[in-house]
């Protein structure tokens, strides 16, 4: 399991990390980042995509 | 010489990317990274914006993380500069003399700050902005009632201008074009930025220079080319960027504006030859981008680092293997630029090239609030950008394709 932690008083909602992870991150209706907090390993060069592109690098992983 | 490690010049978010890709695709053998500043790789954006601003803020809050594929085999040479390459020994020699053999080399030494266009008599108080040190140094001198003057109106000065203003500076930006930003949004956002920061306090003097520095020991005045006087405490120099490609002289390659490369990132010479074994990533790099031409162009986007790094990474790593990388590099090299900027509370994201545009359109929402802009060469779309309304701006990432080009 990877454990994702996005530190939202940096986050602006640029919604790149969307379009590297659709799995895990989404924009909603208000143009507001939503994510959900725990992805299966399979997905951790996506994950790791998402964090770089990050333009407030505020997107976290841990590996558990 | 098999043992020699895949040397890293600069250690960059680029050279970090490219190292990253590198062990992604397999390559498990020594790295080295060879840099000029004391730091380990960081983010620079937050420089202009909220470590600029937060007193005590360092290193700590915009280093990049590094991954546990770079725990190991990795050495750091910091505090150190690249002064030599010889392509033929497959050697660097750095600044105190010492030799780094490698068995592929990357390039990643990024641009620095043009200098102030004038003599600078030796004056304190004149400031550039691109390292962690330099913002520390900046920071420390923006104190509320400072009078900044702040040359050049592109992002980093714009960014600054903002930055200092929220400080309670009394900023001037001084400027050669017509409005704020001109070549990244064009004339219409360009002027909407400008009122902007003019509801903040920040006066313009467009179409100006500098003549000239008044003060001892430090900045005093600057007198503008139109005979202006302004009070000066801090002087900002934000007028654009140089390669720092000077280590590169003499080696062969074509460094003539950043490092040429090919599709596949790799160095060309001046005699038009392909260097398998060294690349260029990040904004030192010079290439074509089949999206929108192919001229060869330095761009000087954040999320291009990382895009260059890990291609490059990769095709090292299957040239490191002994495979053939002449399909990979065949796929073809077409990344998105894309770039945003934070100035007050307008947060700004584009994406494609806007500064290839001879006309922008306002195509959804009001310039003065949130908005959406498309950027147009004659009749082909290659920028996007808007204030707010992310889902708009996203929804164009797709609409660059490349048209078919004879
Ligand atoms: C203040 C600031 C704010 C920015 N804000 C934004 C933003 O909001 N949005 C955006 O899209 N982009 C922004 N950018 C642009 C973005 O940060 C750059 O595109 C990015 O940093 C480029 O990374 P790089 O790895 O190519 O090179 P660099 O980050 O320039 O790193 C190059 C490294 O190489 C080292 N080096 C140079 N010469 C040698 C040598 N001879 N030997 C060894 N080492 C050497 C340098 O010291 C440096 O550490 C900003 C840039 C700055 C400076
Ligand atoms: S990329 Fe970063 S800033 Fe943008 S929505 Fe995702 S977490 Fe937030």
Redesign the interface.
């Known amino acids: 399991m990877i454990k994702i932690y996005v530190d939202m008083d940096k986050c602006q909602h640029y919604g790149q990390c969307v379009f590297e992870a659709p799995e895990v991150f989404q924009l909603n209706a208000d143009d507001k980042l939503e994510y959900q907090a725990e992805a299966p390993d399979d997905l951790l060069a996506d994950l790791e995509s998402a964090a770089d592109v990050c333009p407030m690098q505020a997107i976290f992983l841990t590996k558990e | 010489m098999t043992d020699a490690p895949l040397l890293i010049v600069g250690a960059s978010m680029a050279g970090l ?1 490219t190292a ?1 890709g590198a062990r ?1 695709a397999g390559y498990a053998g020594p790295i080295t990274f060879l840099g000029a500043e004391a730091h380990a790789p960081y ?1 620079r ?1 937050p420089l202009s914006k909220e470590l600029l601003q937060t007193e005590g803020q360092g290193h700590a809050d ?1 280093a ?2 590094i ?1 546990s594929a770079l725990e190991e085999g990795v050495e750091w040479v910091l505090g150190r500069a690249a002064a030599a390459l010889d392509v033929e020994r497959r050697v660097v020699v750095d600044e105190t003399g010492q030799e780094h053999p490698y068995s592929a080399l990357v390039i990643a030494t990024g641009l620095r700050p043009k200098p102030l266009p004038i003599d600078d008599h030796g004056l304190g108080g004149i400031y550039v902005l691109r390292t962690l040190d330099d913002a520390v140094a900046l920071r420390g001198a923006l104190r509320p009632g400072a009078n900044v003057v702040i040359l050049g109106s592109g992002f980093v000065g714009c960014e600054i201008a903002a930055t200092a203003a929220k400080n309670g500076a009394n900023v001037s930006i001084v400027s050669q074009s017509r409005v704020p930003l001109q070549r990244a949004l064009g004339s219409q956002l360009g002027a909407e930025m400008r009122r902007r920061h003019e509801a903040h306090g920040v006066r313009f003097f467009c179409g100006e220079s500098l003549f000239g520095l008044v003060g001892d020991p430090d900045v005093e005045r600057v007198i503008l080319t139109s005979g202006v006087m302004l009070e000066c405490d801090v002087l900002v120099v934000a007028i654009g960027s140089d390669p720092n490609t000077e280590w590169l002289q003499g080696s062969g390659l074509d460094v003539s504006d950043g490092v040429l490369v090919d599709a596949g990132l790799r160095a060309i010479g001046v005699d038009g030859t392909v260097h398998p074994e060294i690349v260029a990533v990040g904004d030192v790099a010079r290439y074509a981008n089949p999206l929108f031409d192919d001229v060869p162009r330095r761009v000087e986007h ?2 291009l680092p ?1 895009e260059t790094g890990k291609r490059a990474g990769g095709i090292l790593a299957a040239q490191l293997a002994g495979q053939d990388c002449a399909p990979l590099v065949a796929e073809g090299f077409a990344p998105l630029p ?1 770039f ?1 900027s ?1 100035q007050y509370d307008a ?1 700004v ?1 584009a994406f494609g090239m806007t500064y290839l545009a001879d006309r922008s359109e306002l195509v959804a929402g009001s310039l003065d609030d949130e908005c959406v802009l498309e950027y147009y060469r004659g009749d082909e779309l290659v920028g996007v950008c808007g204030i ?4 708009t701006v ?1 929804s164009y ?1 797709t609409r660059f394709a490349a048209p078919a080009r004879a």
């Open positions: 990317r990253e992604r983010n954006p915009v990049f993380p991954r954040w999320n990382t894309s945003w934070d947060h994201l707010g309304m992310r889902s996203q990432r």
